[in-house]
């Protein structure tokens, strides 16, 4: 991208400053334009893939919420495929969260085992409970557990409540039991968003799953081909800064401004660009640098 914007730039500069070299074609605005586009929709489709490469080097933290007992610690024994959390019978079972990395269908997730959501006298209880909700508000995805065997309650109602406006996944979990839960009322309160339903003990609908998250984020697996990913924080806003640039420069062309104008915005794109990949690096840059940190002068 910084070698095309630099052939753009030292097109019109040659235009500039040997106007007599005949054989060299004016740059017109409708070139630079075309150029200036083409390098804009690369910057753009970085971009795009920005939060995805953020995801791959970081992975999703992705929280099961739910009410206690409706299987959140299978869940999370079944996707992590090893006996991390405990399970049992009892409700309020799980006190603390539970973190662990597992890999579904290409797609990371950091997998958060929450205390079960709900009004409790317990103190250490709840103190799990409040530390749930704090995870909560900081999750890329949510798995929300229902109970196939129990009618709605108030608590999942708020939890619903809570996931509005999040990226969720509704599970409705121990089919292998009689129902009692109200699909219908269900996918109403979802809004739209997935409902996957499972047995857990039986291992199924856990296929089904794995697809709506890989789905909830790339739209299917993943292809961990030759893709270029830009995750760097600092490296994603000079991205940002690189793209005004040039949308200053198109203003610029659509206003048949100067070309020599112009190519200041181009110039400007270029540079950021430059600071990404190392190939350039402003004064106050380099002097940050040394001063922040111990390098080598």
């Known amino acids: 991208m910084r070698q095309e ?24 605005h409708e ?12 910057i753009e489709d970085l971009l795009q893939v920005a939060k995805q490469g953020k995801i791959l080097r970081e992975g999703i933290g992705t929280a099961i919420i739910g009410r206690p007992n409706v299987g959140k610690s299978s869940l999370m024994n079944t996707l992590v495929q090893e006996n991390k959390a405990i399970v049992t019978e009892i409700p309020g079972t799980t006190r603390d969260i539970i973190e662990e990395y597992v890999n579904v269908r290409g797609v990371p997730l950091r997998l958060v085992d929450t205390a079960g959501i709900r009004d409790t006298e317990d103190i250490v209880e709840k103190i799990g ?54 699909l219908e009322k269900v996918r109403k309160l979802a809004n739209n968003r997935p409902v996957v339903t499972t047995s857990l003990i039986e291992e199924e609908g856990v296929n089904e799953l794995e697809s709506a998250i890989a789905q909830s984020f790339f739209e299917g697996d ?18 940002k800064q690189a793209a005004q640039a040039l949308d200053d420069a198109m203003i610029g062309l659509e206003s048949e401004m100067p070309l020599d104008i112009v190519q200041i915005d181009v ?31």
């Not at 961990?224 to 600092?234: E, Q």
Request: charged share 30%; with cysteine; glycine share 4%.
């Open 31 to 42: 070139m630079m334009q075309k150029k200036t586009k083409q390098v804009r929709a690369k």
């Open 267 to 297: 110039t400007r794109s270029w540079e950021f660009l430059g600071e990404i990949i190392g190939d350039t690096a402003s004064d106050s840059l380099i002097d940050q640098l040394f001063s922040q940190f111990c390098l080598g002068k």
């Open 222 to 239: 993943i292809d961990m081909g030759d893709l270029t990913y830009v995750s760097n924080v600092r490296h994603i806003q000079l991205l």
């Open 129 to 182: 409970v409040e530390r749930s909700r704090q995870v909560l508000k900081e999750s890329d995805l949510i798995l929300f557990v229902l109970n196939f065997n129990e009618a709605l309650t108030d608590e999942d109602i708020k939890l619903f409540e809570a996931v509005q406006g999040l990226e969720y996944i509704v599970i409705i979990n121990k089919t292998d039991l009689e129902q009692k839960l109200d």
């Open 5 to 28: 914007l630099l052939e753009t730039v030292a097109h019109v500069e040659v235009n500039i400053d040997y106007p007599e070299y005949d054989d060299v074609e004016e740059m017109s």
